[in-house]
């Protein structure tokens, strides 16, 4: 790429007036593709991208919270770009750090990176990277957000809005401040790092997106009414003799959500794109169950079933299969409960073979098991400290447990560094914005009074491939395994060092960092054996979802949870949790009534429940026989699930199309979005306002066809598909859609 950059001085003396004003110099860098333009403060303050006819001032700049910096000098780079070289004191402590700050062009973006080097003792502070627009008044502002309504993080779970909201459309500049990651209980966050912001009145916006790959810790996003966005990472360590990098790039796109999510995936394709081939087959609505038996037939008419194993087989949490001689010798499963309550009953007990044969029978019925897997919780009936070996435990599994822990991996165990006795997932929402350091002298627990772990550790994380190792081993039908529990990635051990973050003074061992060098050697170990791995995700980051082929999101009946999800798996199946409820009938209305977990009951017909999660392209859970605190079969029930179960059966192995403005309602008398599969464009309208609309569909492939183009509806209850009418003007298909229970989903042959 031709890069011509110039050094601009401009003086201007004003003689009128007493003394002189002095015009700032100016750093320009001019590519073939657009101009950029910064001070000698070492600010970004201008850029111009002349086919998008784009061109805005601004002042961006990297800070450090409580901490005076000072630019020393700058140089140009003799490839191109510019390089500014700065002093870092922070306020009281004296602690110090030198920063470079370097913007490079690129192919269709600029690089902004910063790089810390400490001066002292190690050090933490927030690292801040700010964009101060001058005049918002004709821009909106968009992030992957959970919910465009939610300005922040709700102080308790139960002040949460349960009203889904699209999260595909921009808004005005308002005071929000969000959490990277968000909180499946408190809502108030976005699961990838990025900020856009659109022209209102014209077709073009430009994108700050953080680099995945930098060690992204603590992330918070906040955004005035008058333009100013901050973007701060916290509780990453700043010493001496030791880089610390951050990357943002900075890229310009029409104004669509689409357009910056296709750049994102362009660039950081691994994080969205998944490493086992088969995964999108792994699709279909949800189950969560130990039953092997249920009606194969019946739950295809649904769209299929993916049926995550909630079999209770392992003796205790995280010994999914003990070290057995043979795969007939048996053991105890554990008599724990879903509540983790454990139920002296009479023992009931399992083997490899056993196991075998449930994973073959789900095959052959047409389900997709996977195996259940946990990585951050381990034992049953744990005791802190060590217990002495003459302890009497009130069950056996106890005393097993404890003793494998101790004998083993006992340096695994998490003692957490933030305020909130019982873990993460348990906040308040100023605990979660302002996390007040309180370094715990105990363990966290857990599920039938297992233990929080860290899998940093090098024994605990051995052990947990050699159960990955015995699962692929023995379970040819086994489609892969689902991870349970990442809430708990948002703690800190602070026992443990991982060499990258710190609490204080403290260095510590951020459990985002211990997951993601797991999954560098979970993943390909899995994926040589062609099996996939889900998770549950109740933290939505997309540098935590390199590994990971699909997402079965327990929290995703929590609307704002299921829209952070979708950004995870454009490209990757989605499955929704549906609670336990009851189709209650209301003056000649059903309602699906339901209880969200801080206990509020909730009231909304099936058909809306159902079309926002086809809309998400996502798959519900179905009303599945043995279902772990989740819907269970009911005839009123399953009857919605069959009527939409074909238009659920067309979402199998799709992909969103991320295609700017390419599909879109006229007048917005209804939501739609746009897909592709191996056999289909797919196209989900949903929630409209009147009895037909006119869809246009902008996407020049299907109009460069030798064959003629033929679009069909589905609709739900209705078995037979309807050949629809539409006219092509200036490349744009305008499809006249009739809508029954206000949705449709058009089929285009591929």
């Not at 007036?17 to 970004?44: M, Q």
């Not at 998490?414 to 605990?431: D, H, I, M, N, P």
């Not at 909304?604 to 819907?631: C, T, V």
């Amino acid at each position: 790429m031709k890069k011509n950059i110039c050094l601009l001085l401009f003086f201007v003396m004003l003689f009128l007036f007493p003394g002189c004003i002095k015009k700032e110099k100016a750093i320009v860098i001019n590519t073939d593709e657009y101009a950029v333009r910064f001070s000698l403060r070492g600010e970004f303050v201008k850029l111009e991208e002349p086919s998008l006819k784009l061109s805005r001032h601004f002042r961006a700049y990297s800070c450090m919270e409580q901490c005076r910096l000072v630019v020393d000098t700058f140089f140009m780079i003799p490839t191109g770009g510019v390089e500014f070289y700065k002093r870092i004191t922070k306020t009281g402590s004296g602690d110090s750090a030198f920063l470079v700050e370097r913007f490079v062009p690129a192919e269709h973006c600029l690089i902004w990176q910063i790089e810390i080097e400490g001066g002292g003792q190690p050090w933490t502070t927030g690292i801040q990277t700010v964009l101060e627009l001058d005049d918002v008044s004709s821009l909106l502002f968009w992030t992957p957000w959970g919910s465009p309504e939610q300005l922040a993080p709700a102080s308790t779970s139960r002040e949460v809005d349960n009203t889904w909201y699209d999260p595909f459309t921009p808004r005005p500049f308002r005071n929000m401040h969000l959490v990277y990651g968000g909180h499946p209980m408190l809502g108030g966050g976005y699961s990838v790092p990025l900020v856009s912001i659109f022209e209102r009145y014209r077709d073009a916006g430009f994108t700050l997106l953080m680099s995945t790959y930098d060690p992204l810790l603590d992330v918070s996003l906040q955004t005035t009414p008058e333009g100013k966005i901050i973007q701060t990472r916290r509780n990453n360590r700043i010493e001496k003799g030791k880089k610390l990098v951050f990357t943002t790039l900075v890229y310009f796109h029409r104004a669509d959500w689409r357009d910056v999510m296709k750049k994102a995936v362009e660039r950081y394709n691994d994080d969205f794109i998944p490493r086992c081939m088969k995964a999108g087959e792994v699709s279909g609505c949800g189950a969560y169950s130990s039953r092997d038996d249920a009606d194969g037939e019946k739950y295809k008419k649904m769209g299929g079933i993916v049926l995550w194993k909630a079999s209770f087989d392992f003796p205790y949490m995280g010994m999914f299969i003990p070290e057995v001689k043979s795969g007939n010798e048996k053991w105890k499963r554990i008599d724990c409960n879903s509540a983790g309550e454990i139920i002296p009953r009479l023992a009931t007990y399992t083997s490899i073979d056993q196991m075998y044969a449930s994973f073959a029978s789900l095959r052959e019925k047409g389900f997709h098991p996977l195996a259940y897997f946990n990585m951050t919780e381990f034992g049953a009936g744990i005791e802190y400290p060590v217990p002495e070996h003459t302890k009497t435990y009130a069950f056996p599994v106890y005393k097993k447990a404890n003793q494998f822990l101790y004998q083993n991996f006992p340096s695994a165990l998490v003692f957490g560094a933030f305020e909130s006795k019982e873990g993460w997932l348990f906040r308040t929402g100023e605990q979660h914005l302002y996390p007040r350091a309180v370094f715990y002298d105990r363990p966290y627990h857990s599920w039938c009074r297992s233990v929080v772990m860290d899998c940093g550790d090098s024994a605990y994380a051995s052990f947990l491939l050699r159960q990955a190792e015995i699962h692929i081993k023995n379970f040819r039908d086994m489609e892969g395994i689902c991870i349970d529990r990442m809430d708990w990635l948002g703690e800190y051990n602070w026992k443990a060092d991982d060499g990258l973050s710190m609490i204080e003074n403290r260095p510590v061992r951020s459990l985002l960092t211990s997951w993601k060098r797991m999954m560098m050697k979970l993943g390909p170990l899995m994926h040589k054996d062609n099996k996939v791995i889900f998770c549950n995700p109740h933290i939505h980051r997309i540098e935590l979802m390199t590994h990971v082929d699909g997402v079965f999101d327990e929290q995703g009946f929590m609307w704002d949870n299921m829209n952070l999800s979708s950004f995870l798996c454009l490209y990757k199946p989605l499955i929704v949790w549906t609670p336990e409820g009851r189709v209650v009938d209301s003056a000649g209305v059903h309602y699906f009534e339901y209880q969200r977990w801080n206990g509020i009951r909730i009231r909304e017909r099936p058909d809306d429940y159902l079309q926002k999660i086809l809309y998400m392209g996502a798959f519900p859970m179905a009303p599945f026989p043995g279902n772990d605190h989740s819907l269970n079969p009911d005839s009123v029930m399953e009857k919605y699930f069959l009527d939409y179960g074909p238009l659920f059966a067309l979402l199998h192995e799709r992909e969103y199309v991320l295609e700017p403005h390419v599909i879109a309602v006229e007048k917005d008398k209804a939501l739609v979005n746009f897909f592709v599969t191996p056999l289909h464009y797919v196209a989900p309208v949903i929630y409209g306002n009147s009895g037909n609309v006119t869809v246009m569909i902008h996407y020049p492939a299907l109009l460069d066809r030798s064959y003629a183009l033929q679009i069909r509806a589905l609709y739900p209850g209705e078995q037979r598909e309807e050949l629809l009418n539409y006219r092509v003007e200036d490349n744009v298909i305008y499809v006249e859609v009739p809508l029954k229970r206000r949705c449709a989903v058009l089929k285009i042959d591929k």
